[in-house]
């Protein structure tokens, strides 16, 4: 059997409760000494269902493994684990700098603008720009910005949305159609997997 390469995986949770989930996902994590790179919660576009976006270095047998594992938790709906080309993604980055050497260097400016950063907040003491990208446009910033006195630096999670999908949306809608009633469409989730949610 072939040794498959770990590259970078996207799994995406659509899950209904949040509260004790995260811990619960955390540890299937945990237990099989996987580190998470980039955690990120947000609603969805479905009222009520909230979706993580878990990014890992891993080999697509263990993702594959996590997946069934995560699906397993009474409240999540579906899992779908996907790699960067599959994805479209990006990171938002702050970056602290002092404001008397961005007034004295021009050079910096052009540097900022050359890196797509903008300003959102402008004191005396420094200013905090803002970039948003993939982690090497947002890394490289920071080689940028460090000689010139890089005071505080911080990046968000990753969101990510996949790029060959209708969506789970259209999944959810086609239930609602065929058996309307909250609960049946939750057991319809639960019993049905694959067959139901496959795109």
Do not use: C
């Not at 619960?24 to 009520?48: H, M, Q, V, W, Y």
């Not at 993604?89 to 700098?97: D, F, H, R």
């Not at 060959?164 to 997997?193: C, H, M, T, W």
């Amino acid at each position: 059997m072939e040794t498959q390469e770990k590259q970078e995986f996207n799994i995406t949770v659509y899950t209904e409760n949040q509260i004790g989930l995260l811990n619960r996902i955390a540890i299937i994590f945990t237990r099989r000494k996987i580190n998470i790179d980039s955690l990120n919660t947000s609603p969805s576009e479905i009222k009520g269902i909230h979706r993580f976006n878990i990014v890992i270095d891993e080999t697509e047998d263990v993702v594959r493994k996590l997946s069934r594992q995560i699906e397993k938790q009474v409240e999540v709906l579906k899992v779908y684990y996907h790699t960067n080309a599959d994805v479209i993604w990006q990171e938002m980055a702050l970056y602290k700098v002092p404001a008397d050497v961005i007034a004295e260097k021009a050079s910096v400016e052009r540097l900022l603008r050359e890196n797509g950063a903008r300003a959102v907040v402008i004191r005396k003491d420094y200013i905090v720009f803002e970039t948003t990208g993939h982690r090497e446009e947002t890394d490289n910033l920071i080689n940028v910005l460090q000689p010139f006195g890089l005071i505080e630096f911080v990046r968000s999670a990753r969101v990510a949305i996949i790029k060959d999908s209708e969506g789970f949306n259209a999944k959810i809608r086609e239930f609602e159609q065929l058996e309307p009633g909250e609960e049946v469409i939750e057991n319809k989730y639960l019993n049905q997997g694959e067959k139901v949610f496959t795109m």
